[in-house]
């Protein structure tokens, strides 16, 4: 659980010489966007079984050595379903036109169905690479889910509470480059504003601001955390 960020809490400075990051306020239709029962209910219900009854599945933690938590099976929507959900980005972010990114060293995990029980993983605060995803995306699964369970933004914590920025910008690649570090605790982190998980609800926002799931939910499988992901290219 990470401390939540307020106007009103009275911080110190942040501590001299300390790594910083620019601060890009999360406001909604600026740079993260919410659609609500973007598909109908009978489709969105027909994805969600359809995620649930796939054979194929990679596992990650706490199974295997992945950084990523529970476990994540391709092509979840559909071409058309998908065609969708591209356009809508399109118009949001007013580009005409998207892709998604190819590397030889990371797998690009678009599209993709990702279940997540509570034992599974917890918030992990973190920047999409900037080389491979500039827009992310999530569309949220589970009819039944669990309080704090769908999306923050974050903003780094200082040692002595300060609070500072919390994106990653040119000529930074990722928190590693812009940082200068491998890694942050839980406890560098503030939670600035989270977006509720509803059932059928399709977000979008800016790969390079500090984000995460809010949370995990459920044991069983078809009680866990269901979402489907995707990540974007745009032209600058």
């Known amino acids: 659980m990470h401390d939540k960020y307020s106007t009103e809490l009275e911080l110190p400075k942040i501590p001299l010489n300390s790594p910083t ?4 306020k999360p406001e909604e239709n600026v740079n993260y966007w919410i659609a609500d029962s973007f598909f109908t209910e009978k489709q969105a219900t027909d994805i969600t079984n359809r995620c649930y009854n796939k ?3 990679k596992l990650g933690k706490p199974y295997t050595s992945e950084l990523w938590p529970g476990m994540r099976s391709k092509n979840a929507l559909k071409k058309k379903e998908l065609e969708l959900v591209e ?3 399109k118009q949001k972010i007013g580009k005409e036109n998207i892709w998604v990114a190819e590397s030889k060293e990371v797998v690009v995990d678009t599209n993709t ?3 997540v029980g509570s034992e599974e993983g917890s918030a992990r605060p973190h920047v999409d690479n900037r080389k491979l995803c500039r827009f992310g995306a999530v569309l949220y699964l589970n009819k039944e889910t669990a309080p704090k369970s769908g999306t923050s933004f974050y903003r ?3 040692a002595n509470g300060a609070a500072g920025g919390n994106s990653v910008n040119h000529p930074y690649l990722n928190l590693v480059d812009a940082l200068n570090t491998q890694s942050l605790p839980p406890s560098a982190w503030y939670e600035d504003i989270s977006i509720e998980n509803k059932f059928n609800r399709l977000i979008l926002f800016k790969g390079n601001i500090a984000h995460s799931a809010s949370g995990y939910f ?3 499988k078809r ?3 269901l979402a489907v992901t995707f990540f974007y290219m745009a032209d600058d």
């Open 218 to 220: 459920g044991k069983e």
């Open 223 to 225: 009680e866990k955390r």
């Open 55 to 57: 054979a194929k599945w």
């Open 21 to 24: 990051l620019p601060y890009e």
């Open 87 to 89: 356009a809508w980005i």
């Open 113 to 115: 169905a990702i279940l």
């Open 156 to 158: 780094l914590k200082y």
